[in-house]
């Protein structure tokens, strides 16, 4: 599993957050916020004899300032069973994990809007944000360290035929926790979305990252997204995402609401 990776993740909904940038979005319209809230399910054996459930459900509100934008998301999670951890939303085996639901990792994120297209240079969005872990590490919910990451997203759209190629790379510095060994993380994806018409966007979207944990495969996963405009400023966002290997779910669905003012 932006996202912003989203990011999972979103949970992430990579590409709808890319998506949902202002870049997109005409002067006239000019929001100054944004809310809503994600819930998701996710599935998987990670590799391991028992099958971990994720529930994660968050709200975040979102400023828009102009040069950028600030975000702060608040998750609800409930892991299944023991021997896994939630790293951003993310679900990682790990011995020693733990099982339960309640707060998750509460994320700021910071976006600046560097460049916008003209002839082959594309949108481009440099991205900051911190994971303050204000999840319970015994119930496998979170590590219970801060974790910070950087990504450079871009978005080209191509002429007038409703497609957009998009694409991310970023690196997540992981705080270690004291019975914990783990590795920094690098993050990326490609896609490509299409607008059906005003209202209706679909993306497809390959997302990767590399595990913390050593032994524990990569993550690589397909979303498929669709994003629905019922009003001018509101939308609904589906999210399907099918793992590849071992380090993702298995399946995952995500449904999204978000209105900007």
């Not at 892991?79 to 639901?101: H, I, K, L, Q, Y």
């Not at 002429?159 to 690196?171: H, I, K, N, R, V």
């Not at 490509?192 to 590399?210: F, I, K, M, N």
């Amino acid at each position: 599993m932006s996202h912003r990776s989203l990011s999972f993740a979103l949970f992430a909904c990579v590409g709808g957050m890319l998506l949902a940038s202002p870049c997109f979005s005409s002067a006239e319209e000019a929001p100054k916020w944004q809310f809503g809230t994600y819930v998701a399910y996710l599935s998987g054996d990670y590799g391991q004899e028992d099958t971990t459930d994720l529930f994660y459900a968050s709200f975040f509100l979102k400023r828009y300032l102009g040069w950028g934008d600030v975000t702060v998301t608040v998750p609800y999670l409930n892991v299944s069973s023991d021997g896994a951890t939630v790293v951003d939303g993310a679900v990682e085996p790990v011995e020693g994990g733990g099982s339960g639901s309640g707060l998750g990792d509460v994320v700021l994120k910071g976006r600046y809007y560097a460049v916008e297209q003209h002839g082959w240079i594309p949108f481009i969005d440099l991205v900051a944000s911190v994971k303050i872990p204000t999840a319970d590490e015994d119930k496998g919910l979170g590590t219970g360290e801060l974790d910070f990451t950087g990504m450079v997203e871009l978005a080209y759209r191509l002429g007038d035929s409703g497609w957009t190629a998009l694409a991310e790379a970023g690196y997540t510095f992981v705080g270690e926790p004291s019975d914990m060994e783990v590795d920094n993380r690098f993050l990326y994806g490609v896609g490509l979305a299409y607008e059906l018409d005003p209202q209706t966007t679909v993306s497809g979207y390959l997302d990767g990252r590399t595990a913390i944990f050593r032994g524990n495969e990569d993550a690589l996963s397909i979303l498929l997204i669709g994003e629905y405009k019922y009003r001018p400023q509101s939308s609904l966002t589906a999210l399907l995402e099918i793992g590849l290997t071992n380090g993702s779910p298995d399946v995952g669905i995500t449904l999204g609401w978000r209105t900007r003012m």
